[in-house]
């Protein structure tokens, strides 16, 4: 069965960086995609990244263009999210999922996901 693990979350100051990991185990996630979410208090979940199984072509929320990359290792059964560039605003807990589907595609963030992560506090405070 499936599991997926995040770890990398913690503590930071605005414009700081934290790295996020995601790992799956007891299957294989080679051919499917791969997205981070993240929900904050009173807030509901916001899709952030998505990246493809095929071509790696990647997906990102106009909230976290430009200041976070997703990216994978299929050898490691990995996925990071470099988060560079961090506001208060991000502060939330972080969940990455894996969908069945190999390409991310359009409202990735509307498709069923069958797997999850426990997820992972990231806090951005000064």
């Known amino acids: 069965q499936l599991q997926l693990v995040e770890s990398g979350g913690g503590l930071v100051q605005p414009g700081g960086s934290l790295r996020l990991s995601c790992v799956a185990s007891?299957?294989?996630?080679?051919?499917?995609?791969i997205a981070w979410f993240r929900q904050a208090p009173g807030k509901e979940r916001e899709g952030v990244a998505c990246i493809s199984a095929t071509d790696n072509s990647t997906y990102y929320s106009n909230s976290v263009k430009g200041r976070f990359t997703i990216s994978r290792d299929h050898a490691k059964n990995t996925v990071w999210l470099q988060m560079d560039s961090l506001k208060p605003e991000d502060t939330a807990r972080y969940s990455c999922?894996?969908?069945?589907?190999?390409?991310?595609?359009?409202?990735?963030?509307?498709?069923?996901?069958?797997?999850w992560g426990p997820g992972i506090q990231v806090t951005v405070s000064s």
């Open positions: 999922a894996q969908n069945p589907l190999s390409r991310c595609g359009s409202q990735w963030y509307l498709r069923n996901f069958a797997a």
């Open positions: 007891g299957a294989s996630v080679d051919l499917n995609f």
